[in-house]
C-alpha cells in the first residue's frame, strides 16, 4: 500500500530525511501540486490533524475534498473500502483517514492511491510523532541520549504507542509514568516526581476517556494533584527541559494553565510543525521519494 501507515515502516535514515524536509519547507521552500486532489475522511473527531492534514494540502496547492462522514453513504452502510473506493474512482490521487479501528487499513488491500493514516485506534499516529520528532530535533539537534518521559494515559494512546517505538529505535531513552492502571509496560516505568527531574522531555497525554471500558479510578482533581504537571513540578524541571503534549489539552487534569503557555512549552510549536511534516509526506509522496 502506498502511503504512510506506520512510522515503523520507514527506517531512521527516511524519517531523518523527512525531518529536513519539512525544515526545507518550514524555511519557505515552495512546491506546488495543482493538478492534484486529496480526499480527508475522519471518522473520528479531530481539530489539529484534520485540519492541519487540510492546510498541508492547501499550501502544496493540492485540491480538497473533505469529506463529511455523518452526511455520508457511510450511514447507508457502506464500508470503508467502498468508500475509498469511491474516492479513488471519482479521480482523487490520496486519502487522509482516521479511524477508531486498529490496523482499519487492513481492510483496504487493493487500494493503488496512496494511504496517509492520521489515527487509528490505540495503534499508532505517525504524523503526530512526526511532529513530535520534529520539534525535538528543533530543540536538542539531536536524539541519542536524550531521555524522553511519557506520562498519562499509555494503555490508550497511540500517540505513546508510536513514540515509544520510534524514540527507541533513534537511540532516546523513553520512559513511561502516570497511574498504574494506565500502565502497559510499553517502556520502562519511573515515578512521575523522579521524572519531572532528570528528563529531557516531559510528554503529557489527555486522559481519553471516550477509550475506556471501565470508569477511571479516581477524580480528575485527584489526578492533577498526583499526575498533572503543576507550577510546582514544572519548576523542578531542568534548566533545558521541554514540555509536550499532543494535544488537545485538558488544562487543570494532566497540565496546569499556566504551565500550557509556559516558556519551556512546545505544544504550540507542536501544531505548527504538524503542517510541514504532513507537506513533507505528501510531497515525497507525489515524488517516489517516501
Ligand atoms: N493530536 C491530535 O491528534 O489532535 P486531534 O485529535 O485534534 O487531531
Redesign the pocket.
Known amino acids: 500500500m502506498k502511503g504512510l501507515l506506520r512510522l515503523r515502516d520507514l527506517s531512521t535514515e527516511k524519517i531523518q530525511e523527512i525531518i529536513d524536509y519539512a525544515e526545507k519547507l518550514k524555511g519557505g521552500y515552495k512546491v506546488s501540486y495543482p493538478d492534484k486532489r486529496f480526499a480527508t475522511l475522519f471518522f473520528e473527531?479531530?481539530?489539529?490533524?484534520?485540519y492541519s492534514f487540510m492546510s498541508a494540502l492547501m499550501n502544496l496547492g493540492i485540491q480538497v475534498l473533505d469529506c463529511n462522514v455523518s452526511a455520508s453513504s457511510v450511514q447507508k452502510g457502506e464500508t470503508l473500502y467502498d468508500t475509498v473506493r469511491t474516492f479513488e474512482s471519482i479521480g482523487v490521487d490520496g486519502v487522509i483517514i482516521r479511524h477508531s479501528k486498529d490496523g482499519y487499513y487492513k481492510e483496504l488491500e487493493g487500494i493503488k492511491i496512496p494511504i496517509f493514516n492520521a489515527?487509528d485506534g490505540a495503534s499508532d499516529?505517525p504524523t503526530?510523532s512526526l511532529l513530535d520528532l520534529m520539534t525535538i530535533y528543533e530543540e536538542y539537534g539531536r536524539f541519542e541520549g536524550l531521555k524522553c518521559c511519557i506520562v498519562g494515559d499509555i494503555s490508550h494512546s497511540r500517540?505513546a504507542h508510536t513514540n515509544i517505538e520510534i524514540m527507541e529505535r533513534l537511540g532516546m531513552k523513553v520512559y513511561i509514568s502516570g497511574p498504574e492502571e494506565f500502565n502497559d509496560n510499553s517502556a520502562l516505568f519511573i515515578p512521575f516526581d523522579e521524572a519531572i527531574k532528570t528528563m529531557d522531555i516531559i510528554m503529557l497525554l489527555r486522559v481519553q476517556f471516550e477509550r475506556h471500558q471501565e470508569k477511571m479510578e479516581m477524580s480528575v482533581s485527584e489526578y492533577h494533584e498526583k499526575y498533572g504537571l503543576t507550577l510546582e513540578r514544572m519548576n523542578q524541571m531542568k534548566d533545558n527541559a521541554i514540555i509536550m503534549h499532543?494535544?488537545?489539552i485538558n488544562r487543570g487534569v494532566e497540565i496546569a494553565s499556566e504551565c500550557a503557555e509556559a516558556e519551556k512549552s512546545r505544544i504550540y510549536k507542536q501544531m505548527t510543525n504538524g503542517v510541514y511534516v504532513r507537506m513533507a509526506i505528501i510531497s515525497m509522496e507525489l515524488e517516489g521519494k517516501l
Open positions: 473527531n479531530s481539530t489539529r490533524t484534520h489515527g499516529h503526530q500517540v499532543p494535544a488537545p
